[in-house]
């Protein structure tokens, strides 16, 4: 089974800080990797996504680093507010086998006003 | 619709008995997916549709469990004979399919308790 593992399982970062959630992939073919970001009560929605022909990209305060040859990316919420609580998850999909979406086991944030 | 529509949001079932859960994608969504999320835990994949392509079941736990999808368009998971640990919230996600830049579009899940 192809798998995506995800650390930390939970973090607690202050208003303003910078929360870094870390995501790492086996030896397969990967070429889209997204994140989702799910408030309680809801289902998961896409935040930010990179191809691994990127090293990095920005969105607001969200920044995804692509890191190929180790095989690992991360996300970094710059700026951490309460309202970025919620659930996080990494994502990947093959370019094989049909598409479907391979998930970390997410990461639960707390921003402490 | 404007977005991925899932019911009921919510269900309380007996150990035994059959239960349909219901999802309606975006329209021109041609990829539509169920995954099961366990309290607190990730997503597992169960299974995935892909026009008019045999579906991929491959995720599907055991075969109490099956899905449809009419007209390329709504889908129904039915569970056979429930069992408690089917309890879960069920998300249904659409997307365009293939290998765009396309995330997927999630349902708000439907939350089912197996008493």
């Known amino acids: 089974q192809q798998q995506v593992k995800q650390s930390p399982q939970s973090l607690i970062v202050q208003k303003g800080g910078i929360s870094i959630i870390n995501c790492a992939y086996e030896n397969t073919a990967f070429d889209y990797f997204p994140w989702y970001q799910q408030f309680p009560g809801k289902g998961p929605a896409l935040l930010i996504a990179?191809?691994?022909?990127?090293s990095e990209k920005k969105e607001g305060r969200f920044t995804i680093s692509f890191n190929k040859s180790a095989k690992q990316f991360s996300l970094h919420i710059m700026d951490s507010q309460p309202g970025d609580s919620a659930t996080y998850f990494c994502?990947?999909?093959?370019?094989?086998?049909?598409?479907?979406?391979?998930f970390g086991a997410g990461t639960r944030l707390f921003v402490k006003a | 619709g404007a977005g991925v529509s899932q019911s009921p949001s919510n269900k309380v079932t007996e150990k035994g008995k059959d239960v349909e859960l219901r999802c309606d994608p975006i329209s021109g969504h041609t990829a539509l997916y169920w995954y099961r999320q366990s309290l607190g835990q990730g997503l597992e994949f169960l299974i995935y549709f892909q026009g008019n392509s045999a579906p991929d079941k491959s995720g599907l736990p055991s075969d109490r469990f099956s899905a449809e999808r009419t007209g390329g368009s709504v889908s129904t998971l039915t569970i056979q004979r429930t069992q408690q640990e089917d309890s879960a919230v069920y998300l249904c996600?659409?997307?365009?399919?293939?290998?765009?830049?396309?995330?997927?579009?999630f349902g708000s899940g439907t939350r089912l308790t197996v008493v």
């Open positions: 994502a990947a999909r093959p370019n094989t086998g049909g598409f479907k979406t391979i």
């Open positions: 990179i191809r691994p022909d990127v």
């Open positions: 996600a659409s997307s365009l399919g293939g290998a765009g830049m396309d995330g997927y579009t």
